[in-house]
């Protein structure tokens, strides 16, 4: 095999490598509102499966937060409770709205006091393994 047939086997693997490792999931309009210091954050957006296969959201983490749970609100007896979920489906073609009052992010313990315009780093971990990043940005609540 010659240097150029190599390289150009080495390339193909590489971008082979680099397709597989693409997210399905679209992350539109990320955000978090504003919060006092030391206070828990939340984490609301759109996320679209672009892929043929569901996805099962179980986890997330940030190098911001202590640790981060999917929660979902709902009204029970005419009182708002919140609860943790154990995972979070996004169904393949579909898309599910993390909103204030429904489901979305619980961002715990942060690390240091955010202001209008910074960013999150969060990462959303799937059944399998699968890690799918995302950025918020921080924002007066609407």
Not at 67 to 80: A, C, F
């Amino acid at each position: 095999m010659t240097r150029l047939q190599l390289l150009t086997a080495v390339c193909g693997l590489l971008a082979l490598g680099m397709a597989s490792a693409e997210s399905p999931l679209q992350f539109n309009d990320p955000w978090s509102p504003l919060a006092p210091p030391g206070r828990t954050m939340a984490g609301f957006m759109t996320i679209d499966n672009t892929g043929e296969n569901d996805i099962a959201l179980v986890d997330a983490t940030s190098p911001q937060f202590g640790r981060i749970e999917l929660h979902t609100m709902t009204m029970d007896e005419g009182v708002m409770r919140m609860r943790r979920l154990e995972e979070l489906m996004v169904a393949a073609g579909e898309s599910v709205t993390l909103e204030p009052g429904g489901k979305h992010l619980m961002l715990f313990e942060p690390a240091v006091q955010f202001a209008d315009g910074d960013t999150l780093d969060v990462e959303l971990i799937d059944s399998d393994g699968g890690r799918h990043d995302v950025v918020l940005r921080v924002r007066p609540r609407e």
